[in-house]
């Protein structure tokens, strides 16, 4: 199994950028499939951006889509989220995970602990 980090998160004002890193353990972290996903205060956590084992096809969610970013660099073992134009709206706990995609994109894998982004008006 996969053992993820997140880091990069921080205050920043709307309109700011921020860039996300999950630094990932482990040999086979190139075969998985990853997402981010966030979970704001007081609801369910939902899905951000997914990026495929060779980082060739990437999905956003609509709310995110033309100001974030994801890639991945397979030889650094991370996966990154690039965020622009951030509204206050984005203030979250992101994490990462391997993902699954369906109907919907799912966390495969055992959550972390998160990195806080807190976008201020």
């Known amino acids: 199994q996969v053992q993820l980090v997140e880091s990069g998160g921080g205050l920043v004002q709307a309109g700011g950028s921020l860039r996300l890193s999950c630094a990932a353990s482990?040999?086979?972290?190139?075969?998985?499939?990853m997402g981010w996903f966030r979970q704001a205060p007081g609801k369910e956590r939902e899905f951000v951006a997914v990026?495929?084992?060779?980082?060739?096809?990437?999905y956003y969610a609509e709310f995110v889509k033309g100001r974030f970013t994801i890639s991945r660099d397979n030889a650094k073992n991370t996966v990154y989220l690039q965020m622009n134009s951030l509204k206050p709206e984005d203030t979250a706990v992101y994490y990462c995970?391997?993902?699954?995609?369906?109907?919907?994109?799912?966390?495969?894998?055992?959550w972390g602990q998160g990195t806080q982004v807190t976008v201020s008006s």
């Open positions: 990026i495929s084992w060779t980082g060739t096809s990437t």
């Open positions: 995970n391997t993902a699954r995609r369906g109907t919907t994109v799912s966390g495969t894998g055992s």
């Open positions: 482990g040999r086979t972290f190139s075969s998985y499939i």
